[in-house]
C-alpha cells in the first residue's frame, strides 16, 4: 500500500509517496507530470493509495528540512525505481556528482563512453525523482537548461548546494 501526504519546501509543496519501505516518487506539487506518475503508480499498486504517511515519509521530511537549511548537502533515501537498466545507471551517475558542483550532459554521455547519447542521458535524466539530483546537471554552455519544475527551482538547489563549497 502507498501512503501520500504534503510536504512544504522553500520551493513550493512537494507531494511524496511512499510505501512501508521506499520512496516511490516525490514531485512539486505543481509539476505537470504529477497526475499522470499517480496514475501509473494507482495502476501499479492496484489502487491501494492512501493519505497518510510512513516511517519513510518522516525521514525524507527530515532530510528535506536539513537539506534546505543547509545542514546536508546531498542525502540518499530508499527509492523505489521503475525504469530500465540504463536510467538507473545515469541516475547512479548524477548522485556521484558533488554537491555544490555541475555537470553537463555531454560530460555524463562522455563517461559512459557513449558521446553519441546525450539526448538519451537527458530523457532518463527527466523521468528521474527529485531526490536524485539533476539539478547539477547544465548544458554544455553552462547555461541552466530543461527542468520541469522550472529553471528557477533549479537555480534555488544550485544556490542551496554551493553554500557546500
Known amino acids: ?13 512537494m507531494i511524496v509517496l511512499c510505501d512501508a519501505c521506499s520512496l ?22 492496484k489502487g491501494t493509495i492512501q493519505f497518510g504517511e510512513t516511517t519513510e515519509t518522516a525521514l ?11 545542514n546536508l548537502p546531498s542525502f540518499t533515501v530508499p527509492l523505489a525505481l521503475h525504469r530500465s537498466e540504463f ?32 539526448r538519451a542521458m537527458a530523457r532518463a535524466n527527466g523521468a528521474n525523482q527529485i531526490v536524485i539530483p539533476l539539478h547539477r546537471v547544465i548544458g554544455a554552455d553552462g547555461s541552466l537548461t530543461c527542468y520541469g ?15 557546500y563549497r
Not at 525524507?60 to 543547509?70: E, G, T, W
Not at 536510467?87 to 553519441?116: C, E, M, N, Q
Open 87 to 118: 536510467s538507473h545507471a545515469v541516475w547512479h551517475a548524477l548522485r556521484d556528482i558533488p554537491a555544490g558542483a555541475t555537470s553537463s550532459y555531454g560530460d555524463i554521455a562522455r563517461a559512459f563512453d557513449k558521446p553519441s547519447a546525450t
Open 60 to 70: 525524507i521530511k527530515s532530510k528535506l528540512q536539513q537539506y534546505f537549511a543547509r
Open 149 to 163: 519544475v522550472g529553471l528557477w527551482r533549479k537555480q534555488k538547489f544550485i544556490e542551496v548546494e554551493q553554500s
Open 1 to 13: 500500500m502507498l501512503k501520500v501526504s504534503c510536504i512544504g519546501t522553500p520551493l513550493g509543496p
Open 24 to 45: 516511490q516518487p516525490l514531485e512539486f506539487a505543481d509539476q505537470k507530470v504529477l497526475r499522470s506518475e499517480i496514475i501509473k503508480l494507482f495502476e501499479y499498486c
